[in-house]
Structure formats: structure tokens, C-alpha cells
């Protein structure tokens, strides 16, 4: 039975996360000396927004402590079953109508203002956007996952994220190089782990998504899988679990059992393999209180600065060009999902607002 979302704090369940996240890195880190200073740094800078945020919990304004940011739309690559070239949200080549980096500085300053410690940068491919990364990495106070499928990764990259320790780079990578290449391409596979090797020479931090299938949940969680990105020196793995954004990939989408199944391996791997940091997205939301998406935990600008409940559900009803990030949080649409039940509703797997999206649609027409 779902626990009662009135009787769940969300704010304490996310500052938690935030603070586990900082000391597992910590831990992680403590053998790489100028690593370990950016991470006391930024602990104490992420209690600070903690902090901020509790305040404005207090006077009743709600601040999720993740922001995802695509930055651009344009990729170079077209990988098996992308949620987001079948939602149309990555294309080839990048219309001129997306978000400059003079506005997403803006958004930087005002999510450090707000208190927001992770800004999670995607696209598309964010290499490709040089100049918003050179404009993160500014905002020391907030760390930048920056999803990349890594194969833009070159020499002034590797300069920038060892002068801005806030940029961390996490390469998309989905097991070995059989079923790595066979969804993102031949050849990527040995490109990631030569980024790998080169990264663990220049004492860089690094962290590996990996997008979580039926099809191989069973390698990519095992231990020989993560063994291989620990000796490489990978400090952060992500599971992200396969959304399907069509009905012919639904089989693909991790059931109960195998959600299950990865936490507690995730909850194992914590525990016996500290020196890497182990996340899971969306994780249980059972143990959560429900999705978190629409601001209770995170909510997603695209690159044209729509505001969007999540990555995986690309409704808007608000641009962040012609608002602020605090205003765009009490959206109609913001607003009825986090007043509403859909959020709290159990889903086969995957992304609830995907599976009542209709829903979400009726919302967005203000039905």
C-alpha cells in the first residue's frame, strides 16, 4: 500500500539525498587531493542551499534541490529506442531558437540563488555546447552532471573539467562493447574507454550512465561489469531506467521484479563498494513518496526553454525566457500535477507520467 502523501516530507527525503550523494562522493574522492578540496567545498556550499531551501520550506515556498537542463537538441548520434528523437526534442542539427548562453547563465544564477545544488546538463549532446558549459562551470556552488555520450570528449574538454571541478563528465555507456555498440554505434565502446583512460591519467572524476533494460540489467549490475569502470576510475554510475516512449519498446522497461531486483544490488554495492557513488533514476519511487518530477524533486527546462515536468514528459505550459525559475514552478500545469494524484499513482515501470499521459494532456488543455 503507497504510503499517504501527506504523511511524506519531501524536502527531507531530497536534502537527504543530497547530503548522502555529497558524503558518498567524499568518501570516493579522498585519495585525489585537489578532487577532495572542490568536494569540502562544495559539501559545505551544498549545506548552505540546503539551508536556503529549508527557509523558503518554511515560508512556503517549495525548492527542489535537482534541476535537469537540456541544453541543446542537436546529436550526432542516433542510439536504439532514444526517448528523445522519438519525442522529436533531439534533431540532427539545432534549430537557431534555442536558449543562448547568456539566458541559461541566468538560470545558473538564479537556481544558486534559490538554493538548487545539482543542475543535471543533457540535450541532445551538451558538448556540443561549449559555451554554456564554460558558463556552469562558473557557479562553483553547483555541480554539473553533464550526460555525454562522450564522443566529443577531446583535449581543451579535458583542460576545462580539470580547471572547473564542477563539471563532471558522465559518459553513457549500456554494458560491454557488444550491446554498447549495438544501440549507440560501432566503435563508441572503444571511445569511451580510451576517454576512460585518459581521464584516470590526468586524475579526473568521472561518472557512467547507464540506461537499464530487460535486456541487460544483469550486466550492466554485475560485478565484473562494475569492477571494470572502478579500475578505470569511475566514481559515480547511474541507472537510468529505459523509459519507452512507444508501445513496440514497452518490453524493454523494467518490471517490479527487476526494479526490485536492481535495488537491492544498488543497496549491496553501497555498502560493500564505497569508492564509488551509485545512483538510481527514477529509482523506487515507492520509497520516495511517489514521482518527483514537476518540482517536488526536479523539473526539466528543454533547450528552448520550455519547462517541462520531466525529460520523459514533454508538456509545457511556460517558457523560462519569458519568467523566472521560481515563477515557472507555480505553472498551472506545475501546480495541478504536484496538487494532483497522478504522481502518487503505482505504474508498471518506467515513467508514470508516461503512462497517463493522456492525462497530463487534459491538464495541459486546463480540462
Same mark, same amino acid.
Given at each position: 500500500m503507497r504510503e499517504n502523501k501527506d504523511s511524506f516530507d519531501i524536502q527531507a527525503y531530497m536534502t537527504a539525498g543530497v547530503e548522502r550523494i555529497v558524503k558518498e562522493a567524499l568518501q570516493a574522492t579522498f585519495r585525489n587531493p585537489k578532487e577532495s578540496l572542490f568536494m569540502v567545498k562544495f559539501a559545505a556550499a551544498s549545506r548552505a542551499a540546503s539551508r536556503r531551501r529549508l527557509e523558503a520550506e518554511d515560508a512556503g515556498e517549495h525548492v527542489p534541490p535537482f534541476l535537469i537542463a537540456s541544453i541543446t537538441s542537436e546529436c550526432n548520434l542516433h542510439c536504439a529506442?532514444?526517448?528523445?528523437?522519438?519525442?522529436?526534442?533531439?534533431?540532427?542539427?539545432? #534549430? @537557431?531558437? *534555442?536558449?543562448?548562453?547568456?539566458e541559461w547563465a541566468r538560470i545558473f544564477t538564479e537556481a544558486d540563488e534559490m538554493g538548487i545544488s545539482f543542475i543535471l546538463l543533457a540535450g541532445g549532446e551538451p558538448l556540443l555546447r561549449r559555451d554554456i558549459l564554460e558558463a556552469a562551470g562558473r557557479h562553483s556552488n553547483i555541480l554539473f552532471p553533464i550526460f555525454t555520450n562522450g564522443?566529443?570528449?577531446?583535449?581543451?574538454?579535458?583542460?576545462?573539467?580539470? *580547471?572547473?571541478?564542477?563539471?563532471? #563528465?558522465?559518459?553513457?555507456?549500456?554494458?560491454?562493447? $557488444?550491446i554498447t555498440d549495438a544501440?549507440?554505434?560501432?566503435?563508441?565502446?572503444?571511445?569511451? %574507454?580510451?576517454?576512460?583512460?585518459?581521464? *584516470?591519467?590526468?586524475?579526473? %572524476?568521472?561518472?557512467?550512465?547507464?540506461?537499464?533494460?530487460?535486456?541487460? %540489467?544483469?550486466? @550492466?549490475s554485475s560485478q565484473d561489469f562494475l569492477k571494470k569502470l572502478s579500475d578505470r576510475g569511475c566514481k559515480v554510475?547511474?541507472?537510468?531506467?529505459?523509459v519507452p516512449v512507444t508501445e513496440e519498446s514497452s518490453e524493454l522497461a523494467p518490471g517490479d521484479a527487476e526494479r526490485e531486483s536492481l535495488r537491492q544490488e544498488i543497496a549491496r554495492l553501497r555498502e560493500e563498494h564505497p569508492e564509488m557513488v551509485y545512483i538510481s533514476f527514477p529509482g523506487d519511487e515507492k520509497s520516495s513518496g511517489g514521482c518527483v518530477a514537476a518540482g517536488r524533486g526536479f523539473f526539466h527546462i528543454n533547450s528552448h526553454g520550455g519547462a517541462e515536468p520531466c525529460p520523459f514528459s514533454p508538456y509545457s505550459d511556460v517558457n523560462i525566457k519569458n519568467t523566472?525559475?521560481? $515563477?515557472?514552478?507555480?505553472? #498551472?500545469?506545475?501546480?495541478?500535477?504536484?496538487?494532483?494524484? %497522478?504522481?502518487?499513482?503505482?505504474?508498471a515501470g518506467g515513467c508514470v507520467l508516461y503512462e497517463r499521459r493522456e492525462q497530463v494532456e487534459a491538464l495541459l488543455a486546463g480540462k
Open positions: 529506442g532514444c526517448y528523445s528523437r522519438c519525442n522529436h526534442a533531439t534533431v540532427d542539427e539545432a #534549430p @537557431v531558437e *534555442q536558449l543562448s548562453a547568456e564522443t566529443f570528449i577531446d583535449r581543451k574538454y579535458f583542460e576545462l573539467f580539470d *580547471q572547473k571541478r564542477n563539471l563532471l #563528465p558522465v559518459m553513457s555507456i549500456e554494458g560491454e562493447r $557488444e544501440r549507440r554505434g560501432k566503435g563508441v565502446y572503444d571511445r569511451l %574507454i580510451k576517454n576512460m583512460d585518459e581521464f *584516470q591519467e590526468r586524475g579526473l %572524476i568521472f561518472g557512467a550512465s547507464v540506461t537499464v533494460t530487460t535486456e541487460n %540489467i544483469r550486466e @550492466v554510475v547511474i541507472f537510468v531506467e529505459f523566472s525559475l521560481k $515563477e515557472a514552478m507555480h505553472s #498551472p500545469l506545475f501546480t495541478a500535477l504536484r496538487s494532483g494524484e %497522478i504522481l502518487m499513482e503505482d505504474h
